[in-house]
């Protein structure tokens, strides 16, 4: 089932003199339960194509279709409540709020949409048991290593149900340990929930974890491989 | 829930939220303490001239405040005496004759006004005699005829006042823990009589030596002075045929009122002893004095007055005293004037620290927005915190002034030592009661939250223009 198809899509950021043209046609369409990886070297256009895929920025020109509605033409509230329902982030960084602790974050999105207690307190635990952080739940995040932090954005990802999570670079500032339980939890959840992961690396290892390999140089795919 | 992740926020740099919070807190407990401060200060003159000095209201001649010429008596004043009782609101009245006059005693002299009255309606309307100084005589308590009760300053003038250094006095400094350097040193001047009061202060600086002299002088003279009761004071004046007229009196009580200058000038007889060498009858006086049962009405008590006797001039104290009613009426709208130059500068402060926290929390709030947090909730989120942040200072400085205008309210501030005489002189006690009515609190209350609004819009509306993928891409 096809969750987002990307035609011909461009964005180019006019800083006065210069123009960048950062992503320059891409076409591309994503199924559910994939687990996607984004690669390509700094600057080759990665963090603006998952920006506008999550609605985050608005492309120059060409069309993105979450499940049948025209994400590239909605604006302001309307396109934040769409994220917030639709989409779940993960970022390099700052995903958390420093002043709740790991449950309240998870139950933040949920508060958001206006889940009730009950609900919302079951599924914080579920999640957080489910990336391991079962014990972790009142700690804020300071308290948190790292990689810990990053398991807390995926439960927190997850909490809205969205359609599909964007992760870009997820591990960049992790070593290679926490590198490597937070890509076995995201396995885990995408083959055990079919929950369907888009991120962006450039990190080898993260790579190899992949079903789907995206290249990207200079705003343009040069290679789509799918592994079995 | 956006409403307690921003209380939690004001929290994440306590010592800058603090430092916020202090300046706020000091600004406020600074204009409450001083208004609290003018206003006991106008409360308890607005008191003296109401219960010692000019009363509610009062009834002249029309012409006799014209010069105080005392030929202009209250016509019929007897019938308007008669019909006072049945007006309603009209609590107390009191008449009295008023001349003016010249007060010796051996070769001092000096002009005073005699007030005479009718002792029992004047302790209706008047608190004079509450007034007499402790162990200074009593207020017409002897039948005795041709009794006067003068003000302490003008008992001072007259050099009816004696210094003296007694065992009492000094046991009662020891009580109040004064040095005992200062309390053995004043055992050699026990028993020596000082008539003047500037050698006294000289025999003290030669005891003590300068320092401890200047600083405890008002306290040792205070309860050093005692007044020479039942000397003889001449009054002349003339009477009402502009004959040369005049009698001795003998002082029986000595007064002391906040108002010097009221205490300097104005000396009280009986108006039956009066009668005798003055010409006036029992029918003619210049001045009716009237308390109201309530000064709610005062205005409309004073109209019924004036209708029914419009040929006689009849004022509230107000028009007697303009320039007290108007410090006291303008005392609320001059603290919120005030209030708003210390808000204004304090929201400074204010837009400074909610800029700071903005920028800092660039990816954060960039990071809210992306996932689903809508423009009006970032907002009210740095509009909360805000107000928080100067409800916080406002209700520390509003509980620090409550405490401190209660403790000094109770206590009074003492400023005999920096400006007692000078103030007293103007009208004003010496003794300061710090007073405030809770109206101004919520005032104030109200005028900080207003000045977290409009100083929360500034940053606030920065963080809405942030844009979520700028945002967190930014390297701040
Ligand atoms: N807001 C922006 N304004 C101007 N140029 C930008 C902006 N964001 C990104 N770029 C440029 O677009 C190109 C692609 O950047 P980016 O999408 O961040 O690449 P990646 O995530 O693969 O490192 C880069 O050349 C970058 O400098
Ligand atoms: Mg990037």
């Known amino acids: ?228 | 829930m956006i409403w307690s992740i921003a209380w939690k926020n004001v929290w994440r740099k306590k010592t800058r939220s603090i430092v916020v919070i202090i300046s706020i807190a000091l600004g406020i407990w600074g204009t409450i303490f001083t208004y609290a401060f003018m206003i006991g200060w106008v409360n308890q003159r607005v008191y003296a001239v109401l219960n010692s000095e000019v009363s509610h209201m009062q009834i002249h001649h029309p012409k006799y405040k014209e010069n105080n010429d005392m030929q202009y008596t209250i016509p019929n004043g007897n019938k308007i005496i008669n019909d006072l009782g049945s007006i309603s609101g009209v609590k107390t009245y009191s008449k009295r004759v008023e001349i003016g006059a010249m007060a010796n005693v051996s070769s001092k002299s000096t002009g005073v006004i005699i007030n005479g009255i009718d002792v029992e309606n004047e302790k209706q309307v008047t608190e004079i005699y509450k007034n007499i100084i402790d162990s200074a005589g009593t207020y017409f308590d002897s039948k005795k005829s041709n009794l006067i009760i003068i003000g302490d300053k003008l008992a001072k003038e007259l050099k009816l006042t004696r210094y003296t250094i007694t065992p009492e006095l000094i046991s009662s400094l020891r009580n109040k823990k004064l040095p005992e350097s200062l309390t053995t040193k004043l055992d050699s001047l026990i028993g020596i009589n000082y008539r003047v009061e500037a050698k006294f202060e000289t025999a003290l600086q030669e005891t003590l030596g300068e320092e401890l002299a200047t600083q405890y002088f008002y306290l040792i003279k205070n309860k050093a002075i005692s007044y020479k009761i039942r000397s003889k004071i001449i009054l002349t004046f003339q009477n009402a045929n502009g004959e040369l007229s005049g009698a001795a009196f003998r002082l029986a009580g000595v007064f002391k009122t906040s108002n010097s200058m009221f205490d300097g000038m104005n000396v009280f007889v009986r108006n039956s002893d009066l009668q005798a060498i003055s010409g006036f009858s029992d029918q003619q006086f210049h001045e009716i004095a009237i308390m109201v049962t309530n000064t709610d009405s005062l205005n409309l008590i004073q109209q019924e007055i004036q209708a029914k006797y419009p040929e006689l001039q009849v004022e509230t104290w107000r028009e007697i005293q303009p320039e007290m009613a108007l410090s006291s009426d303008y005392m609320n709208i001059s603290y919120y004037f005030f209030l708003v130059i210390i808000l204004f500068a304090l929201s400074f402060g204010i837009i400074n620290t909610m800029l700071m926290v903005v920028l800092e929390r660039i990816k954060e709030i960039g990071m809210l927005m992306a996932i689903g947090m809508n423009k009006m909730k970032v907002f009210l989120m740095i509009m909360f915190e805000t107000v928080y942040l100067a409800m916080v200072g406002g209700f520390v400085g509003m509980i620090f002034s409550a405490l401190t205008v209660w403790r000094t309210g109770q206590s009074g501030i003492d400023l005999t030592a920096f400006v007692g005489e000078g103030m007293e002189a103007m009208g004003y006690s010496a003794y300061v009661f710090p007073e405030i009515s809770i109206d101004y609190y919520f005032g104030t209350g109200i005028m900080i939250i207003l000045t977290a609004l409009i100083a929360a819009i500034y940053p606030a509306r920065k963080a809405l223009k942030l844009n979520p993928a700028d945002a967190i891409r930014s390297d701040a």
């Open chain 1, 1 to 228: 089932m096809k969750v987002i198809e990307v035609k011909n899509l461009h964005k180019t950021y006019d800083e006065g003199e210069v123009k960048v043209e950062a992503v320059r046609g891409i076409d591309l369409t994503f199924e559910q339960g994939e687990f996607a990886a984004i690669v390509g070297p700094s600057g080759s256009g990665k963090t603006t194509f998952l920006n506008m895929l999550g609605g985050l920025d608005t492309p120059t020109k060409g069309e993105i279709d979450i499940d049948g509605v025209k994400v590239h033409n909605m604006k302001g509230s309307a396109l934040i409540d769409f994220r917030m329902k639709n989409i779940g982030f993960v970022f390099q960084a700052y995903n958390l709020i420093p002043v709740l602790s790991a449950k309240e974050n998870v139950e933040f999105i949920m508060r958001l949409q206006k889940m009730t207690k009950i609900e919302r307190d079951t599924r914080a635990e579920e999640l957080l048991k489910a990336v391991g952080l079962g014990d972790r739940m009142n700690s804020r995040p300071s308290k948190l290593s790292g990689g810990q932090q990053q398991r807390v954005a995926v439960a927190r990802a997850l909490a809205s149900k969205p359609k599909f999570i964007l992760a870009d670079e997820p591990t960049a500032n992790l070593d290679s340990k926490s590198t490597e339980t937070l890509l076995d939890i995201m396995e885990k959840l995408n083959k055990e929930e079919n929950i369907t992961f888009i991120f962006s690396t450039h990190d080898a290892r993260v790579v190899k974890k992949a079903r789907r390999i995206i290249t990207v140089e200079d705003g343009k795919i040069i290679s789509d491989e799918r592994k079995s």
